[in-house]
């Protein structure tokens, strides 16, 4: 348990200093396109609006508690990670847009079943503990709708696929509270499969700084639709909860 607090406290502070970084080259990056806009105003010159309506780079922490199905009497706990997404985004109109995003997301899960190992004499009764923890890199398109005029929420959902870059697998059997085997596997287990997809679905807030530099919160669930582990014993997909917080730069 200590140790776990001690990574995620380290992925935390990294993830604030590269936020800190994202927020610093973003007031220069407005600060300089709001100069550029001046000149260009001044200039008279008209050009079409950009492909490109918004970058947006988000950090927050990811929940995951998978969906098992025929789960034959298994407790499940929820894992947490920290997710990160960039994205772009096209704007059409003051309501709706499309856009694209490539996210780095944990998942996994923790399942927790009793059993009786009749092999030894006498027969004794076995808990066992299996994690996995799944990290995946993610691409999604996502719809955006803004059907309020004067507060600045959005709606969006959309589809993902998910490619699985690493995981971690741990196996631990304890009878009488004492821990008689513990298994780490770092590869790639058999049954597991190296993909992902499912939809997207978020509700999130934009908060302008400048003319040209947002603060934008989110909360986004994952719904995963693929089998991840075909050598489970119930059916077992991806499910996800995250929050971030990031900046959204305006061209």
């Known amino acids: 348990m200590f140790t776990y607090i001690v990574c995620g406290n380290h992925y935390l502070v990294i993830c604030m200093k590269m936020l800190g970084i994202i927020c610093a080259m973003a007031i220069c990056f407005a600060i300089e396109e709001a ?32 969906i098992i199905i025929k789960d034959p009497g298994r407790k499940r706990s929820v894992d947490v990670g920290v997710a990160a997404t960039i994205s772009v985004n096209r704007k059409f109109n003051d309501w709706f847009s499309v856009g694209a995003s490539a996210s780095y997301e944990p998942k996994g899960y923790k399942a927790i079943y009793h059993r009786v190992n009749e092999v030894v004499i006498p027969n004794r009764e076995e808990k066992v503990i299996a994690t996995a923890k799944l990290r995946y890199l993610s691409a999604a398109i996502v719809s955006r709708f803004m059907p309020f005029k004067r507060i600045p929420l959005y709606i969006g959902f959309g589809p993902y696929l998910g490619y699985l870059m690493k995981l971690q697998s741990v196996t631990e059997v304890y009878s009488s509270g004492k821990l008689l085997f513990k298994q780490t596997t770092a590869q790639k287990p058999s049954g597991f499969v190296n993909y992902d997809y499912g939809i997207n679905a978020a509700v999130g807030c934009n908060v302008p700084l400048t003319a040209n530099l947002l603060i934008t919160v989110e909360g986004k669930y994952v719904r995963g639709l693929t089998m991840i582990n075909k050598s489970y014993i119930g059916k077992v997909t991806n499910n996800a909860f995250a929050i971030v917080v990031g900046i959204t730069l305006l061209r």
């Not at 550029?36 to 995951?64: D, T």
């Open 35 to 66: 100069n550029a806009q001046e000149r260009l105003n001044k200039s008279h010159i008209k050009f079409p609006k950009p492909l490109i309506s918004q970058i947006s780079l988000q950090v927050g922490p990811m929940f995951s508690y998978p």
